[in-house]
């Protein structure tokens, strides 16, 4: 079955510097990935996803991340980090409805 | 309205007790999910059901069962439960077509067994 792997479970960063969590995934078939953002003691909101086209997808909140076929990765980046960007961040791939989260990356963002 | 909804959210138990967690969805989505969050944040999928009829259902003890009663709803009943089944567990729905299938997620029910 196809799986995520997310490098690092915590990422520190400080306010107005670069965020980049990091992704990969393993597939058999070509992939739709997802990226979502869980804020402390809610559900899982979508920030971008990949389907097919344009390897660089734009998401919300100023996020983006890109489809990397031959690192088979999917690495979500931000420009400049904002305190409110303070959550737990999840990858995910989904192969025919199955869809599957990495392990987390949480991210601190230091004023 | 919210899109996916699950009662309750906060649910503290004994050992041994019985419980359901009920989730509805008011998408027009043919699949529905369940998903378990342990403490170190993991998310695992648990089932899956589209239109009614179990499509997923990963290696989780016959204790937890799955019930859909139409498309909008699927609820999960959990019986005798145990200190492990602690974990927040979210319901969630995707529409099933060939183009994807952003899954969209319940804000979840927090489940302590004590």
């Known amino acids: 079955a196809q799986s995520v792997t997310q490098l690092g479970s915590h990422v520190s960063v400080s306010e107005g510097a670069l965020v980049l969590l990091r992704c990969n995934y393993s597939?058999?078939?070509?992939?739709?990935l997802f990226w979502y953002v869980q804020y402390p003691n809610q559900g899982l909101q979508l920030l971008l996803k990949?389907?097919?086209?344009?390897?660089l997808v734009k998401g919300i909140n100023g996020f983006e991340a890109e489809f990397k076929k031959s690192e088979t990765s999917f690495h979500l980046t931000k420009p400049s980090a904002h305190m409110s960007d303070a959550a737990e961040y999840f990858c995910?791939?989904?192969?025919?409805?199955?869809?599957?989260f990495g392990a987390g990356t949480r991210l601190t963002v230091k004023p | 309205d919210t899109a996916v909804s699950q009662t309750p959210k906060y649910l503290v138990t004994q050992m041994g007790n019985d419980k359901s967690i009920k989730c509805e969805q008011n998408?027009?989505?043919?699949?529905m999910y369940w998903y378990k969050q342990d403490s170190k944040k993991f998310l695992k999928i648990m089932f899956s059901?589209?239109?009614?009829?179990?499509?997923i259902n990963e290696t989780v003890p016959n204790r937890f069962s799955p019930k859909s009663p139409d498309k909008a709803h699927l609820n999960l009943h959990i019986n005798s439960l145990e200190l492990g089944d602690s974990a927040v567990y979210f319901c969630?729905?995707?529409?099933?077509?060939?183009?994807?299938?952003?899954?969209?997620f319940g804000e979840g029910s927090w489940l302590t067994v004590v």
């Open positions: 990949y389907t097919t086209g344009a390897t």
């Open positions: 597939s058999s078939v070509p992939p739709y």
């Open positions: 059901y589209n239109n009614k009829e179990l499509i």
């Open positions: 998408l027009g989505h043919d699949t």
């Open positions: 969630a729905s995707s529409q099933d077509t060939v183009v994807v299938n952003t899954i969209y």
């Open positions: 995910a791939v989904s192969v025919n409805n199955d869809m599957r």
